[in-house]
C-alpha cells in the first residue's frame, strides 16, 4: 500500500513538474550555454565593398575566439547611409539587397558555415518593390532563417517600409529576438519577444550609445529577464536578465568581443510571471499610420 502510495506522489510530482515546463515554453533540449560576438567599427556610408572588407575581418576573428553567434551594427552593409543628407528611397533602393542573389549576402551565409557560427548581419534590403531597414539571421548551416525589419521608424527611417510584426527564430538556444535600434525605445518590443519565449534578443543598432542608453538597456533587460546584447558601432554592450552590465567596449575601431553566457539566467518567474495580460488591453487598440508622417523630400 505504502508503495502505491509513494508511486502515485512520484507520478503526481512528475506530472506538475511537466506542466510548469510546458506553462514557461522550457524545452531541457536547448542550449544554454552562448558565446555572443559583438562586432564594432563605423563604416562608411554607401560603400558597400569597404564594409563587406570589415565585416570579412571581424568575422574571422569571431570565428578564432569561438563565438556561437555574431551581430553587426544597424544597416553595417551600407553604412547606415538613410542618415546622410544625400539619402533618397530612390539611392537606398540601388544599395538594397534582395534576400536572394545578393552576393554580400551570398558570402555572408558561407561564413556561418564556414565558421560554424550563427550571424546577425544588418543591411537595407529589398523585397518586394519595398525597402526595408533589415537584419538577416543565418544558422551554423549558413540557412536564413530569420528576417526581421524595423518597426519604429521615424524622421529618416521613414525612407523605409515599416515592420509589420515581432517575430522570434527557433535556434539551438531556443527562441532568439531581433530588433533594431530605435526599436528598443518602446518598452512593447521587447516584452512581445520575450513572451514568446526570446531569452536572448539581439539588437544591431546605430543611434545614442550615452549613459542615457545604457540605463535604458538596463531597464530594458531586468523587466524581461532576459539578456539583451547592444551591438553600435563605437559600443558593444550586453546587459544580463537582472539588469547588470556584464560586457561594455567602448572603441570607434573595428574589433569584435566575445562574450560567454548562461540562458538559465533567464527565468520566467517576477515580471514576466505576474503580468497581468488581461487588464493591457488598452495597449492594443489604435492603428499606426507611417503615411501620414512621410516629409515630401522621402516620397518616391
Request: proline share 5%.
Amino acid at each position: 500500500m505504502l508503495h502505491r502510495l509513494l508511486t502515485l506522489a512520484l507520478c503526481v510530482l512528475f506530472a506538475n513538474q511537466s506542466a510548469i515546463a510546458a506553462e514557461l515554453s522550457i524545452d531541457e533540449d536547448f542550449k544554454d550555454i552562448v558565446k555572443v560576438g559583438q562586432m564594432r567599427g563605423v563604416p562608411v556610408k554607401w560603400d558597400l565593398e569597404a564594409n563587406f572588407a570589415v565585416f570579412e575581418t571581424q568575422v574571422k576573428e569571431a570565428g578564432k575566439l569561438g563565438a556561437d553567434v555574431l551581430i553587426t551594427p544597424e544597416c553595417w552593409l551600407d553604412g547606415y547611409a538613410a542618415p546622410h543628407e544625400d539619402s533618397s528611397p530612390k539611392r537606398l533602393r540601388e544599395i538594397a539587397q534582395p534576400l536572394k542573389g545578393s552576393k554580400y549576402l551570398d558570402k555572408v551565409s558561407q561564413y556561418a558555415k564556414e565558421f560554424n557560427m550563427w550571424i546577425c548581419f544588418g543591411f537595407s534590403s529589398l523585397e518586394d518593390g519595398k525597402i526595408y531597414n533589415t537584419s538577416g539571421l543565418w544558422n551554423r548551416e549558413g540557412k536564413l532563417v530569420g528576417v526581421y525589419h524595423k518597426t519604429h521608424i521615424q524622421t529618416h527611417d521613414r525612407q523605409y517600409s515599416v515592420g509589420m510584426g515581432l517575430p522570434v527564430y527557433d535556434s539551438e538556444w531556443g527562441k532568439l529576438g531581433m530588433m533594431i535600434c530605435a526599436d528598443r525605445r518602446w518598452p512593447e518590443t521587447v516584452r512581445t519577444m520575450r513572451v514568446q519565449g526570446a531569452r536572448l534578443i539581439l539588437n544591431p543598432t546605430y543611434g545614442s550609445y550615452s549613459d542615457w542608453n545604457r540605463q535604458v538597456m538596463q531597464v530594458r533587460a531586468w523587466e524581461n529577464q532576459c539578456f539583451i546584447a547592444f551591438t553600435h558601432p563605437k559600443q558593444s554592450l550586453l546587459v544580463d536578465p537582472g539588469g547588470d552590465i556584464i560586457t561594455r567596449i567602448d572603441d570607434v575601431n573595428p574589433g569584435v568581443t566575445v562574450t560567454e553566457i548562461d540562458l538559465r539566467e533567464s527565468k520566467d518567474n517576477n515580471h514576466i510571471q505576474d503580468r497581468r495580460p488581461e487588464i493591457y488591453g488598452p495597449l492594443s487598440k489604435g492603428k499606426y499610420n507611417p503615411e501620414q508622417y512621410i516629409q515630401d523630400k522621402y516620397k518616391e
